[in-house]
């Protein structure tokens, strides 16, 4: 998986929106930008998905840049339950075997202030 | 039950024992991957297997041994293990195919120590 860069933390306050981004200037063009978070003392939770347009779900919204070079996960509305390590990970369009694993980095950790 | 589980949650483990951790996934899925998380380190890939056949082995130490009987069930097998493999052990499923589409879907993990 190609290599992402996001902040280290963010801090934000409750019932706000927060904008995490992540940079991955080395994207290909057919890998999927996915987001996910882990809580405390719990296992990764799958976030949202894209590959060229934007994507809403029941979560969040990710905004993906026209070069998709970068891209932007949207909180609307932070709740202290969203506190968690958020992780962007690429992930290519096909590998061998039809499944491939995740490559974690350290991902931002949110901090919200109630 | 429902998405991924995962037994026991926590286990403490002799460096001459011989233990196994299970993971059943209620999803449908059939690709199922073990993760480690060490404390300070992120997450790293172990195994993965799709449709019941190991596809990657990270460059795991062969005192770790993954089996997956069938695609809801996965277990890795531990023995002569070092207190440096103390760590929480993840177990995650998807559907196999055109994997980037596909998102995984994580178990709580099974907290380890080797003492």
């Known amino acids: 998986d190609a290599k992402t860069t996001q902040p280290n933390s963010m801090e934000s306050n409750e019932e706000e929106p927060v904008h995490l981004p992540c940079n991955h200037s080395?994207?290909?063009?057919?890998?999927?930008i996915h987001w996910y978070r882990q809580l405390p003392s719990q296992g990764p939770e799958y976030v949202i998905h894209?590959?060229?347009s934007n994507v809403n779900n029941r979560m969040a919204s990710l905004a993906i840049a026209e070069d998709r070079k970068s891209s932007t996960l949207i909180l609307h509305r932070a709740t202290l339950r969203d506190a968690a390590v958020y992780y962007c990970i690429l992930r290519a369009m096909y590998s061998g075997g039809g499944a491939d694993g995740l490559t974690f980095g350290k991902g931002t950790h949110l901090i919200i202030q109630p | 039950e429902t998405g991924v589980t995962q037994t026991p949650r926590h286990l403490v483990m002799g460096m001459t024992n011989k233990k196994s951790l299970k993971c059943e996934q209620h999803l449908g899925h059939n690709a199922m991957y073990w993760y480690k998380q060490s404390a300070k380190k992120p997450l790293e890939l172990m195994f993965v297997y799709s449709l019941e056949e190991r596809v990657e082995n990270n460059s795991v130490p062969s005192r770790f041994s993954p089996e997956c009987p069938n695609s809801s069930h996965l277990f890795l097998h531990l023995h002569t293990l070092q207190p440096e493999d103390s760590a929480l052990y993840l177990c995650?499923?998807?559907?196999?195919?055109?994997?980037?589409?596909?998102?995984?879907?994580f178990g709580p993990g099974t907290r380890l120590t080797v003492t």
């Open positions: 995650a499923s998807s559907q196999a195919g055109t994997s980037g589409a596909y998102e995984q879907y």
């Open positions: 894209g590959l060229t």
């Open positions: 080395t994207i290909s063009g057919t890998d999927y």
